[in-house]
Nanobody
Framework: QVQLVESGGGLVQAGGSLRLSCAAS????????MAWFRQAAGKEREFVAA????????YYGDSVKGRFTISRDNAKIMVYLQMNRLKAEDTAVYYC??????????????????WGQGTQVTVSS
């Protein structure tokens, strides 16, 4: 059983920063890629960022490019999301996702079989 546990969400003013963390655990879990998605109230879950576990390839959604940075710690099997210059429209529940297998697209939530419970990020304007 693979478990993903997010932390670091909270309330922040527009223009501020937050750092989300996600810890992965599970017997025989091997990581191919980890990602962050978010879901605002009444909207579909949206791709935010992903990182391939081998190498340094990263991928970002258009709305967060230049403001968010995804990083990983291979030894701890953790992924981080540094969020800067936050906007009110970044308000959402942020989910950590992971996969153990190669996939054609990092952007589709359908390619990630493992999910965390989510952490709320609220940006006040």
């Amino acid at each position: 059983q693979v478990q993903l546990v997010e932390s670091g969400g909270g309330l922040v003013q527009a223009g501020g920063s937050l750092r989300l963390s996600c810890a992965a655990s599970g017997r025989s879990f091997s990581t191919y890629a980890m990602a962050w998605f978010r879901q605002a109230a009444g909207k579909e879950r949206e791709f935010v960022a992903a990182v391939k576990w081998s190498g340094s390839s990263t991928y970002y959604g258009d709305s967060v490019k230049g403001r968010f940075t995804i990083s990983r710690d291979n030894a701890k099997i953790m992924v981080y999301l540094q969020m800067n210059r936050l906007k009110a429209e970044d308000t959402a529940v942020y989910y950590c996702a992971a996969t153990s297998w190669p996939m054609s697209s990092y952007y589709s939530r359908l390619n990630y079989p493992y999910w965390g419970q989510g952490t709320q990020v609220t940006v006040s304007s």
